[in-house]
């Protein structure tokens, strides 16, 4: 049974870092993507940020490029987001997912409904 854990989120003020990290168990993750979604109050779930673990192929949302970065460690099974310079705007429960994405020809990497697996999220809140 796959399970992904959050971990790294706080409350920081704006200009300031956070390190989340997601761990991965339950299976080899082989052939899989690794994403980053985040959910603010009142809005709809959104990608941040993905990386194949394979290859370690990397997409990232354009509100996020430049300040934040994702990395998967495949020795400690763990996908982790780097946050820089962050800003109120950034401010949201963080999700892990991961999607088997080989012969999909319906996978879109920043939809969340081509993920099959998520976290329980862990929340970041950025003050000004």
């Known amino acids: 049974q796959v399970q992904l854990v959050e971990s790294g989120g706080g409350l920081v003020q704006a200009g300031d870092s956070l390190r989340l990290s997601c761990l991965a168990s339950g299976r080899t993750f082989s052939g899989y993507v690794m994403g980053w979604f985040r959910q603010a109050p009142g809005k709809e779930r959104e990608f941040v940020a993905a990386?194949?673990?394979?290859?370690?192929?990397?997409s990232y949302a354009d509100s996020v490029k430049g300040r934040f970065a994702i990395s998967r460690d495949s020795v400690k099974n763990t996908v982790a987001l780097q946050m820089n310079s962050l800003k109120p705007e950034d401010t949201a429960v963080f999700y892990c997912?991961?999607?088997?994405?080989?012969?999909?020809?319906?996978?879109?990497?920043?939809?969340?409904?081509?993920?099959?697996?998520w976290g329980q999220g862990t929340k970041v809140t950025v003050f000004s």
């Open positions: 990386i194949t673990w394979n290859r370690g192929t990397i």
């Open positions: 997912a991961a999607a088997y994405y080989h012969g999909r020809s319906d996978f879109t990497v920043t939809s969340p409904e081509s993920y099959d697996y």
